[in-house]
């Protein structure tokens, strides 16, 4: 069926070209640092629901969703139910995210600085951007995998496509920052969204669905639609993911950069009010994609790698003209990501860990240049890190307890700052230790079967740490010692 | 979750119970696991009306950034 014809490369050159076109434009409209790192806070909803929707949607996502579905069948998708909760209440609520947007700051660590002192901010900028670019530095080797299984073309081109694109991302997110960021989301989720539904449609029409749910019934047992009974998954990951989810949505710094470039905080919530279902199917929607493999892929095309399957379905699949399409929108799924992620980073490398260091301020001009310059760094490490390098063992393992080392003590410490007049500076360190110490006792034993409960300690010593910290230290004392 | 949702099995009702016309109707028109089938779908469908309409409320919130960047730029 598979055939990558010129109509394809038609609809993706098509797409490359205003994606860049785009992008460039917005060049012009950087004067200050608050343009690059926060588009000068004019963003609206509709353009912040783009943004955030096609931020959160990479090929990576889609790769390990529909690998979720292929493993775990509907209840892979529950991390993505949980998170669409998470996003909803906290946007109706407006906790945190209210105090945090009003509050002026650029980034997380400059919110922590006003409440805990600046090691406090230094300290969480490091750890925020050593959890996300250890997160990051997978993308493109795995976004790379999907488009070239798709299109046919040879696994030994996959570093050259990949950095080929790294560059094409590099010129307008250096350029134009988070203003090109956000108006190239825009087109990227369009492209993406009509991507997705076309798919999905397709899958459907070659799977039925009686079909799909008896082809997993036999093959996955009531765990598939149950993950409170699935082998793999249980009560405890539940509650983990639980909390996983609400710490991403109330500190992703991707996520959150959304907060803070809005016109306000009501506009802020309308963006997580109106995007919180839109995570239900992000993970959902490729891993029907992933479930339609198990069931329909023959088993002489199964691949070893269960990561791969959802792209060999989907090659089996695809018919001329559709291809082009379907890798257009992954194409934008991937730069859409990658070009938020490399500002985010870089927007903490600045703001919190460099800008910090120096006594006498940037200036405007002197702060782009600085910020650009670490955008094309970030850049080089994802080429060495990322796609040169093979990383050993299962990626999303490591990728979710990474992960976690950050979320768990700075969604602690985001919530101490906000709502908590006794939190201190010590129990915001004991906190961030906390937070990281199950993590990576987990990495370093290798305790596989224990991901749940080290995610769970991760956040139970996170907000320990928080709690006794804080009340073991005279905050009086301190105050006293700050001012001093 | 698996038990609620998975419609009755047409063998325990069949032979000398009576009519169950009733449960054979909704076996017949509900599909398999209906709260994975609706959410599956509502998923799918709420994309498509979010490209319709994010598409179209965000070009608009884009020429108004565009032109308010524009007057500072000027200003």
Redesign the interface.
Known sequence: MNSFGWIDWGIIGVYLVGTMVAGLAMRRYVGKVEHFIVAGREMDVHLGIASLAATEFGIITAMYTAELGFKNGFAGAIPGILEAVAMAVVGLTGFVINPLRNSGALTIPELLDRKFGMQVRWLSGLVIVLGGLLNMGVFLRIGGEFLMIVSGIPLKYLEITMTVLLLVVLVYTTLGGMLSVLVTDYLQFIILGIGLVVVSVLVAAHVSWASLVDGVQSRLGDGAFNPMVSPEMGVSYVVWQALNQLAVVLTWQTVIQRVLASRDAHVARQVYIKTSFFFVGRFLIPAFWGMAALVALEASKMPTNSLHAMPTFLKTLLPTGLIGLVIASMLAAEMSTDSSYLLTWSSILYNDIIAPLRKKPFSERQGLYVNRVIILAIGVFLLFYGLWYQLPGRVWDYLSITGNIYLSSISVLVVACCYWKRATRIGAVAAIVGGALAPILFLIAGWSQYVAIAGLASFGLAAGGMIFGSLLTPAKKLEQKLAG | ???S?CPPNPEEFSGGRGSFDGIRLHENTM???PF??F??WI??L???Y??F???W??????R???R???S??KG
Request: net charge neutral; no cysteine.
């Open positions: 979750m698996q038990g949702n599909p398999k696991q994975w089938f959410l599956t998923s799918i709420w994309y498509a979010l490209v309409h994010v598409g409320k965000g070009f608009h919130d884009i108004r950034m565009i308010d960047l524009e500072d730029r």
